[in-house]
């Protein structure tokens, strides 16, 4: 199932660079992207995710004299990231139907994109993984240098050598997995039986070597400025894919390999995680105070909020984790619906400079009501995804680190402020001469946001089956950490 959504994404790709009529281009790419999401929910509702180990699990040789196999798999960890990868793709092809400039090499770009998150999601070789993490850079690199805004190239060049280099510092430490083990093997599950092969300091080194990679993809600070870049240059479909599943493969990536394979690295670096985590969470929320664009306020929003999921990971228990994987599911339905939101407005008003709108919520008051809504949800409100999601972190931190919980939770204030402070200024008020000849949102782009929206509510009120879904994955994990429920 896994590679039949690689061939028909594939498929569709070359179906767009064979056709001559731009409806039909836009046709391609959202059935492509429609039908692997529909898979995708088969996937989902097919199996018993609690159970642990991996389903759908496929592994053909690939470069046997290295031990480089095509492994696939998911589990209850990758499989909501698989299924949000679809859904989000599925979305932007349908919220990018205005697409006119170059509208065939752009939805081959999406669909290019989605085979390489995917990818990450799905590979159990270290050596596929990495193949996969690199080729995500292509397309995102093109899709906002082609179709970004006025800085564009260089956002473009900025995204490109950040995650580039740190990257290849990560392709060293898999390299060193490989010959450290000495058992030829990219295989992730054989390596995770061979740990103990690798002494603590190598762990040490090694985890290291990962986590450069890692958090410069999540991105955490200091190593983040490249995200406000991106994220504001970037069209807004290469937003909602940026912030709604790029961002998750550096945390998936701790959870996956890091943990897993060198305990010992973690145990060493877990008080840095802590601290890079609560950092992060702080200066997110205090940075969007001063922000007077719309788009890079939800940006830095997502440096506060991934600052959360690493946190979580960082506790390095079973709620924390299952805590940190579900707020990355719950910050890649609501910032994209921020993204879509904010580029709606953008569409119809001209404009996403706080200053010069107001009265939004008055002349349009379908938008006025998406972004009020968005904005609730990612400032946690209770009934909506996030709240269960940030619940379980900060109960779980309190629990392992006492009153220092108080640090970021007080950041839950900051970002109802800020929050609350936007909505104010551009969303309701007077009318703006900005906001008075503009036009609410289109159909394409409404239909998209009311699905998010539906979901947001639905995983708030109802988190069960997903959370248990993910615990089934994340215990095996904690009994690899050495660590346990209380």
Known sequence: MISLSFLILLGGILLIGAARDERLVKSIGVLASGVVFALALYIWLGSDWSLPGWHYLEAYEWIPAFGIQYKVGLDGISMPMYV??????????????????????????????????????????????????????????????????????????????????ASLIMLVGIIALYLATGAKTFDLTELIALKDRLSPELQIWIFAALLVGFV?????????????????????????????VLLKMGSYGIIRVSLPLLPAGFEFFQPILIS??????????????????????VAYSSISHMGAVLLGIALGSEVGIVGA?????????????????????????????????????????????????????????????QFIAEFLIFVETYRVLGLLVLLPLLTVIITAGYYLWALRRAIFGEVSPAVASGHDVKPYEFWPMLVLIILIIFFGVWP??????????????????????P
């Open 216 to 244: 410069v993809k999540m991105p955490q600070v200091p190593v983040h400025t490249w995200l406000p870049d991106a994220h504001v240059e970037a069209p807004t479909a290469g937003s909602v894919l940026l912030a709604g």
């Open 276 to 297: 890079i985590g609560v950092l992060s969470i702080i200066y997110g929320a205090f940075v969007c105070l001063a922000q007077q664009d719309l788009k890079r306020l």
């Open 84 to 165: 949000l990868t679809a859904l989000l793709t599925f979305l932007s092809c349908i919220f990018s139907w205005d697409i006119t400039n170059r509208a065939k090499e752009y939805f081959a770009l999406f669909l290019l994109l989605e085979i390489a998150i995917l990818g990450v999601f799905v590979a159990l070789d270290l050596f596929l993984f990495y193949v996969f993490w690199e080729v995500v850079l292509v397309p995102m690199y093109l899709i906002i240098n082609l179709w970004g805004g006025p800085r564009k190239e260089y956002a473009a060049i900025k995204f490109f050598l950040y995650t580039f280099l």
């Open 325 to 385: 994987v579900y707020m990355m599911f719950a910050h890649g339905l609501i910032s994209p619906l921020l993204f879509m939101i904010v580029g709606a407005i953008q569409h119809g008003v001209g404009t996403r400079e706080i200053r010069l709108l107001g009265g939004v919520a008055l002349k349009l008051p379908k938008a006025g009501f998406i972004i009020t809504a968005g904005a609730l949800a990612s400032a946690g409100l209770p009934g909506m995804v």
């Open 464 to 485: 069960a089956p997903l959370l248990s879904d993910i615990a089934g994955a994340v215990k095996p994990l904690v009994t690899l950490l050495g660590r346990g429920m």
